[in-house]
């Protein structure tokens, strides 16, 4: 067995490529908006991708699952929550996917999204580690404000920071201490606020380390998730969609964009104009932006 993380670091987002050596199959966790990458790996190892999961309809990148399952036939994993509009299986609480001699088991872990969810991986009847999507992070915990206006179920900021309390302190603290965390963001990430610079730990450590997990009351840990959270960019709400529905091909939706012809130049005071359009009037200096 062995697990691989693949980095995007301009969005600080990891995804991860679980291999079963004797069965030669990868089942794929939160995959980022260009799939090759997996497809090298999987003909790297002479392996066939089998399974896709998603930790819950992200909000800052657009995922590949629908497009790698149209080319690899790999069924699609996530919770029923999510109302998704793609082809997929349900991977609710207690559902076991089985690639050779690994179980990977479904925990509900909502609070940074209603339909959130922790995949546990076991490895010869041992839990090894757990995939925490953006529930848990090294250092700190998913961001609860991104669903109040996205998504099929919407939720308040405190209903879901409530949630995350219990799903941290019931679910994801009571695995093993030696339980290998890997999230699916690291620092620079908008989806928490103050995440570590490490793109793995373990529980134990955490339980030890991570402000959100040591001991507080709900209401307490509720007025700390909720205050000093980054700003939220616009196109958030529209990626929970779009991950919802399932993305184009990449590369056709690359090519599909508009270039401008080499030597280009807009006419005389079209920034300007465009800029009044937005409201960004008195900004602009010689006719640029």
């Known amino acids: 067995m062995k697990i691989q993380q693949f980095e995007d670091k301009g969005l600080a987002h990891y995804s991860y490529a679980i291999l079963s050596e004797c069965q030669k199959e990868i089942v794929l966790v939160d995959p980022a908006r260009n799939p090759q990458q997996y497809y090298d790996y999987a003909q790297e190892h002479d392996a066939q991708i089998v399974g896709v999961i998603e930790t819950h309809p992200h909000a800052d990148f657009v995922s590949s699952h629908l497009e790698i399952h149209e080319k690899t036939g790999a069924t699609i994993y996530a919770h029923s929550l999510v109302g998704a509009d793609y082809p997929h ?9 089985e690639i050779g001699k690994v179980k990977l088991k479904s925990l509900h872990t909502p609070g940074h999204s209603p339909d959130s969810i922790s995949v546990v991986l076991e490895h010869e009847g041992k839990d090894k580690a757990v995939f925490t999507g953006d529930t848990l992070f090294i250092g ?3 961001r609860p404000d991104l669903r109040e206006n996205a998504g099929n179920l919407t939720a308040k900021r405190e209903e879901l920071a409530r949630q995350m309390y219990h799903s941290t302190r019931e679910k994801l603290m009571k695995l093993a ?27 134990g450590d955490e339980k030890f380390s991570n402000p959100a997990l040591k001991e507080m009351t709900e209401d307490q840990f509720v007025t700390y998730l909720t205050a000093d959270q980054p700003f939220i960019p616009k196109y958030f709400g529209y990626d929970v969609g779009l991950n919802k529905q399932g993305a184009p091909n990449y590369q056709q939706s690359v090519q599909a964009v508009k270039r401008l012809e080499k030597n280009f130049s807009p ?3 079209a920034l300007n104009r465009c800029a009044s359009a937005r409201g960004l009037q008195g900004r602009t200096s010689g006719g640029s932006l």
Do not use: M, R, W
């Open 89 to 97: 299986q349900a991977f609710d609480e207690g559902a076991v996917l």
């Open 140 to 142: 700190d915990v998913g």
């Open 177 to 203: 201490d030696d339980v290998v965390v890997y999230p699916a963001h690291g620092a620079g990430t908008l989806c928490g606020k103050a995440l570590s610079e490490a793109n793995s730990s373990t529980i």
């Open 267 to 269: 006419e005389e005071g």
